[in-house]
């Protein structure tokens, strides 16, 4: 994975085979947290993460949770895994 910049100044990492074909990218920040190049190349070796602390959310000013995240296999769009869902169902974020 390469870190890189959009038109429009956003980081982002991405397939350093992009070149040859790979579509693959993640955002460097999701959720306000800050996404390391290690995070993501555990992302992609073991299609999950370990529960990572820090993300900030959207619905609820101030309030952080934490959450596993995995590609999904069609797009490869990040999604909460598990957490997320118990965590909206709870109303936390």
């Known amino acids: 994975m390469e870190e890189r910049k959009s ?5 982002f ?3 350093s085979g992009y070149k040859d074909g790979c579509k693959v ?4 920040q999701f959720y306000g947290k800050i996404l390391s190049g290690k995070v993501i190349k555990i992302l992609c070796e073991k299609n999950e993460t370990t ?5 900030k959310s959207k619905k609820k000013e101030g309030k952080t949770f934490e959450a596993k995240l ?3 296999k069609i797009s490869w769009q990040l999604l909460f895994f598990c957490f997320i869902l118990l965590a909206t ?3 936390l974020v």
Do not use: E, H, V
């Open 7 to 11: 038109k429009k100044g956003k980081s």
């Open 13 to 15: 990492y991405d397939c």
């Open 25 to 28: 990218i993640f955002p460097k």
């Open 51 to 55: 529960k990572i602390k820090g993300f």
């Open 70 to 72: 995995t590609p999904t």
């Open 89 to 91: 169902t709870f109303g």
